[in-house]
């Protein structure tokens, strides 16, 4: 699982990276394939309203095409194109491999978990962050731009005005205290006005072809994690350390078992 701060930084340069969508009529298989397991409980119909979903949908379509016109070509019985293709196959089944053998390892239990952090606890680190509204907008977008201008002059960003004018929201300060957003989920120039900015104030930042719109609340310095702030993150790096011993242990079965070591 990602952490807070990597998921808004994901999130921002997915965003703010420009896309286009085009006239098309839903293919209900390839939308059920793609959000076949997703843990959301999202339907096809989500596709919708949920951009990062429409895009994977967008360049599944795009390569189901792609593909059935290399077939159309004859270009699948090229040898450079099968021997590709075998290297493919080996490489997603060696992956399957790995995750069946992996499957069922148990994850650490909370008394390792506090046992691992209290042996060196200052390994363990909250980042630099504020604690932001952080919205995105379309900048080609008159109604967006306008409603931008009017929240900076208003220091208030309402947040379902927002989505009206397509504005989508990928932080906020709540009564549970959230909202942080680490200084690395930023581009430098806006941490850098973002940080030396009065709280309560909003600011917009043209980048790309979008707006970021950012209403700054608090200011956090890097300092040691408590064991509850390090407990998520620190319980899936013991969990990945085992499944990697696990499939490490697998790996070198097999070569003795080939009789490529003693």
Known sequence: MMNSSKRISLLLSLLLSSFVQAQHVLDQMVAT?????????LAVGALQSNEDFLRQYTAGVL???????AARRGLTERMDVQRALHATRMRVLVQALQADVIRGIPAPTEEEVETVYNQQPERFRVAEALQVDLFVFDLNDNAA??????????????AATAAEVGGRQLAGVSEEGEGWVAKDAFPEEVWNALKSARSGTVHQFPLEERILLV????????????????????????????QQAVWTEFL???RRGIGFEN
Not at 33 to 41: A, C, H, K, V
């Open 33 to 41: 394939e793609l959000l076949r397991g997703s843990t959301g409980g």
């Open 215 to 242: 209403k700054r609340h608090g200011h956090r310095e890097e300092r040691q994690a408590t064991m509850e702030e390090a407990r998520v993150k620190l319980r899936e790096a013991m969990l990945q350390q085992r």
């Open 63 to 69: 390569e189901q095409e792609l593909a059935q016109e």
């Open 145 to 158: 731009r306008d409603f931008a201008r009017q929240a900076v002059r208003g220091r208030k960003i309402d």
């Open 252 to 254: 070198q079965q097999r």
